[in-house]
């Protein structure tokens, strides 16, 4: 008999057969015995590939298994290639919001305001193919063409493709190796320019059940899309495809701009990945005898729209849903015209991806005049809370609140309470009487709970906070809900004080799937905005037209609670009436934090400043010789999780970003579990919004999105590896 060395801390044995069943017997009870590391991650970062605009189906932001870069080489890394986007057009700077997808050794993502598509070289950065939608007048009308933020892609009977909606909301469908549309897909569209096929014109789909469209307009023109007296409709986030269903979003004029109260609803569409052929339409705003259609007061429903979906979408695959978040309806910062609760804007939704059937929704907050609208993708990762393995949802918030449920069920994780809120003396407006507030875990700033109280004013000396004391007690404190005050106004106080501590667009959250944690970034905001009635219907600030004082008085409605029937103001601009200690604030400022938060037990871990004090507090003369650096600084900072790092840097938008010594930006690894910079290397351009990783014929990569306002450069992808 051959001999046979020991193998594992077996003792020799006489035969194979009982060599093998010793060792099999000590390597189960040793598997046994060690601890249960769970790595539970939805699809699309295998291989080392990036296939989601936000890694994998998840939107985690996260690549755990690659680790050929760690802290030991992170210092080496270099600059492999940048691709500049010069050539495709203006303000090119502003348009670097789009994360790259990686498949099969190319990088797909849309660059300028057009939203040229391009594919990249993963190796060299050398650009394959250009794919540039011919303009229309519906282009050149378009709101926020600058805010892109990529490309889906999915393989349709085995062949790579690149899905993208343009910002005249069109979908195209090109060949992931080509960038040439497909051939027998979609419609053409009427509009001479276009390719016959590969493309479908979404606006008729999105209008065909929308009686003022059917009431009111003549022959559909599909160069000019929607007339301007209806609204505006567009596309900020790309599509994604579950299943072979391309789930289409839309985006409208911002809030902030309207100046109607008419628009089109943003209704969600499905189509086949195949065929281009619509499956579904779930209505936002429900019609009658559609759940949540009572939310709707004053049959608001048959003229309000919008109800964008400005943020990227999520989805599980396996359980077959999409998940989707909205915004809220027509008019910033007034709701009288729409009373109610008006689902479902301000929500989470989770569609049937067969059907576009709702398996469940959560709002997040009722009847928004906030600007709340939810900035963020829904984060999907398992978790382990009290010993119970639960599939999550985690959503973030512009507010700070943070929310999880388990995403089959809808069921929130922790108990989320309806709380009140301060009530709108504007006449004829509308708030809700509550809204909801998660127990657990705590909002990422905790002023957002009771505004500026004695906690949160500023403090760095004695007389600055008794003078923060001595304004604020004109003012009426609260926290995140706080209604504008008309104005002028015979009220006993100045003005209502609000605060927010949440993150917005430009910053996404990440959460790393092996061990549940959580990592979002946040800057703190106090305000004390007022109401005032508007005097005609011209937004004279952009010369725009709009419904006039007169037809929005006509909009009257029934006030349950008094059983009168009272006028509604008409919405005008907001003023900021919080006054500044010698430019310094009321409250403490918080620039820039980056927070981690363990999502298995609802905890956060740290929480620590970003970034450097701006130079008007840092060298305030007030504030010499005092600490200042927890404030941390005003760039956003953006991440991503690799290995076992936390990278992370910061952007440049307000010309103050993270620098070294020689001035450049620079890209940190941090510890994951307390957020310590162990390693940091150089970057040419400070980042922008995100950054992605990825394996290519055996080398580590890291791409940072980046691109300088200030400074003048040009938005760009920067990838680094090692030498």
């Known amino acids: 008999m051959t001999k046979i060395d020991s193998v594992a801390g077996c003792s020799q044995p006489t035969s194979i057969e009982k060599l093998l069943q010793a060792c099999i017997s000590r390597l189960l009870i040793a598997a046994l015995s060690m601890p249960v590391s769970v790595f539970a991650q939805l699809a699309g970062v295998e291989q080392g590939e990036w296939r989601y605009l936000g890694g994998d189906a998840g939107h985690t932001r996260s690549s755990p298994q690659l680790n050929q870069i760690n802290a030991a080489n992170f210092s080496d890394l270099e600059t492999a290639w940048i691709w500049r986007g010069d050539n495709f057009g203006p303000n090119v700077e502003y348009t670097a919001r789009s994360t790259p997808v990686f498949v099969d050794g190319i990088l797909y993502t849309v660059s300028g305001q057009r939203r040229q598509v391009v594919a990249i070289d993963a190796a060299t950065g050398e650009t394959l193919w250009t794919f540039r939608e011919p303009e229309t007048m519906r282009y050149l009308r378009s709101p926020r063409t600058d805010f892109g933020k990529g490309v889906a892609y999915a393989e349709v009977d085995g062949r790579g493709v690149i899905f993208i909606t343009s910002p005249a909301y069109f979908l195209w469908a090109l060949d992931a190796k080509s960038g040439r549309p497909l051939e027998n897909w979609g419609a053409a569209t009427g509009v001479d320019s276009f390719s016959d096929t590969g493309v479908v014109d979404l606006i008729p789909d999105l209008v065909s059940d929308w009686q003022r469209w059917l009431e009111r307009e003549g022959p559909y023109d599909p160069d000019h899309g929607i007339p301007r007296r209806l609204g505006m ?16 979003l839309v985006g409208h004029e911002p809030s902030y701009d309207q100046t109607r109260i008419e628009n089109v609803p943003g209704d969600i569409m499905g189509y086949d990945a195949r065929t281009g052929q619509r499956l579904w339409k779930f209505h936002v705003i429900p019609r009658p005898g559609e759940f949540g259609h009572e939310t709707w007061e004053n049959d608001a429903w048959r003229f309000s729209g919008d109800m ?12 077959g849903l999409v998940y989707i978040v909205t915004n809220a309806s027509t008019v910033q910062s007034y709701a009288g015209h729409r009373p109610g609760h008006n689902l479902f804007g301000g929500s989470v939704l989770a569609l049937d991806v067969a059907t576009g059937e709702r398996r469940w929704h959560f709002q997040i907050h009722h009847s928004d005049q906030w600007n709340y609208d939810i900035p963020t993708a829904p984060i999907l990762l398992d978790l382990t809370v009290d010993g119970r393995q639960i599939p999550a949802l985690i959503q973030n918030t512009k507010q700070g609140l943070i929310f999880a449920f388990n995403r089959e069920t809808g069921e929130p994780i922790w108990p989320i309470e309806e709380r009140p809120v301060m009530q709108t003396q504007v006449p004829g407006n509308y708030t809700a009487g509550t809204q909801p507030y998660p127990t657990r875990p705590e909002p990422l700033d905790r002023i957002v709970l009771d505004g ?11 007389e600055l906070k008794q003078q923060a004391r001595e304004i604020l007690a004109e003012f ?57 009635e508007a005097t005609n219907g011209i937004d004279e600030e952009r010369g725009l037209p709009g419904q006039s004082a007169e037809a929005w008085r006509g909009r009257e409605r029934h006030t349950p609670t008094t059983g009168t029937t009272v006028a509604a103001w008409a919405p005008g601009r907001s003023r900021e009436f919080l006054p500044l200690i010698d430019r310094l604030p009321v409250y403490k400022p918080l620039f820039q934090g980056l927070a981690a938060y363990d999502m298995n037990a609802g905890e956060k871990l740290w929480d620590i400043p970003i970034g450097q004090t701006p130079a008007n507090i840092r060298n305030h003369p007030l504030l010499q010789g005092i600490d200042t650096s927890d404030t941390g600084g005003s760039a956003h900072s953006i991440q991503m999780i690799m290995g076992d790092l936390l990278v992370q840097t910061t952007e440049d938008l307000r010309g103050e970003t993270d620098l070294n010594e020689n001035g450049m930006p620079m890209l940190h690894a941090r510890d994951k579990r307390s957020g310590r910079i162990l390693a940091s290397v150089e970057i040419p351009i400070p980042g922008q919004y995100g950054m992605m990783t990825y394996m290519h014929e055996g080398v580590q990569y890291i791409v940072v999105q980046s691109g300088s306002v200030r400074r003048g450069q040009p938005g760009a992808l920067v990838a680094l590896r090692l030498p």
């Open 476 to 532: 009426r404190v609260g926290g995140l809900y706080v209604p504008p005050l008309p104005y002028p106004h015979d009220n006993p106080y100045r003005n209502v004080v609000g605060c927010v501590g949440g993150l917005n667009i430009y910053h996404p959250p990440v959460a790393d799937p092996t061990t549940g944690i959580m990592y979002a970034s946040h800057r703190r905001t106090c305000s004390a905005p007022a109401f005032m």
């Open 308 to 319: 964008s979906s400005w943020a990227p979408a999520a989805a599980d695959p396996e359980l």
């Open 233 to 248: 409709v567009t596309a900020s986030s790309p599509p994604i495809v579950v299943n072979g269903v391309v789930v289409v």
């Open 452 to 462: 500026i109280t004695e906690e949160f004013m500023i403090d760095y000396t004695p």
